[in-house]
């Protein structure tokens, strides 16, 4: 009898809006996802070799992860049966208010980054969460989150992105990226699609894929577990979340969110209850 692999994760909330971090120690292989937020983290032991944007990679202990918003992604163990990392996820919305200046179609250079000083601005981000979590901070101690949060964004914006160059998507595909986006519980056929854009079905679900990295339909259901977990952050009870989220039932959402993100809908909803965000205004 063979026992599951190993899989440990926390989801740790955090005191803004759009923030949050998962510590994770696994030896899953991740399938290929993606999220709408930015992701940056660190690789704690063992290391990983996952597919990015640009190619495979692979991380080492020590080694900096990142991901941009909708990038298509995948992660597997190195070298060992498993590895473990920690990761800040934060909205676009956060880079702008955090960084600074107009961050739109900013796109995070490379998916693995050797750089000791945003490294320590990240592990200060990351401490300040996990002492957020165990006991609510004093207003001290939450100006000192915020200046480990403003020094992230801004190394990572200023030293490790293109600073406002976008992809060239073709209008065709966009315009359906757009309507799934639009109400991702009632999708048009393929055929529907493919009518839209003005393309055949196989060059249509070709085009997607090139541009997005996911065909319309397994980006549909990112975008699912998406709508899904703000919905729960909002504090939509998980099967409500589930249903207005597109997903036929609360286990098939709760399959999705393990596969995604690595953690359950319900470690979210508990994460999400764990105080109130702070919010702030973008530049």
Not at 39 to 58: C, F, H, K, N, T
Not at 153 to 167: E, F, Q, T, V
Not at 211 to 231: D, F, K, M, N
Not at 236 to 243: G, H, N
Request: glycine fraction near 10%; include cysteine; hydrophobic fraction near 45%.
């Amino acid at each position: 009898m063979h026992s599951a692999p190993l899989h440990r994760s926390q989801v740790l909330a955090s005191p803004w809006a759009g923030v949050y971090a998962t510590h994770i120690a696994s030896a899953r292989h991740y399938g290929r996802h993606w999220h709408a937020t930015y992701g940056l983290g660190m690789i704690d032991e063992g290391a990983q070799l996952s597919a990015s944007g640009r190619g495979d990679v692979e991380a080492y202990a020590g080694d900096l992860i990142a991901t941009n918003p909708g990038e298509v992604h995948d992660g597997r163990p190195l070298g060992a049966a498993s590895r473990r990392w920690r990761i800040v996820f934060f909205d676009a919305a956060v880079l702008a208010a955090m960084a600074g200046g107009d961050c739109a179609g900013t796109e995070i250079t490379r998916p693995v980054i050797r750089d000791p000083r945003l490294g320590g601005a990240l592990a200060r981000l990351l401490a300040c969460i996990e002492a957020w979590n165990r006991s609510r901070c004093t207003e001290v101690d939450r100006l000192a989150c915020e200046e480990s949060l403003v020094q992230t964004c801004a190394l990572l914006r200023d030293l490790h992105s293109n600073r406002g160059i976008s992809h060239d998507a073709g209008a065709d595909v966009i315009r359906i990226r757009d309507r799934l986006a639009d109400d991702p519980v009632d999708v048009p056929s393929l055929g529907e699609l493919a009518t839209m854009a003005g393309l055949s079905k196989y060059q249509l679900i070709r085009r997607f894929q090139k541009v997005y990295g996911l065909t319309p339909h397994a980006w549909l259901i990112q975008l699912r577990a998406e709508r899904a977990r703000a919905s729960i952050h909002q504090g939509l009870a998980l099967a409500t979340a589930a249903s207005v989220s597109g997903f036929a039932d609360q286990s098939h959402m709760t399959r999705i969110f393990m596969r995604q993100f690595g953690f359950t809908p319900g470690a979210w909803q508990k994460a999400a209850r764990g105080g109130a965000a702070i919010t702030f205004k973008t530049a």
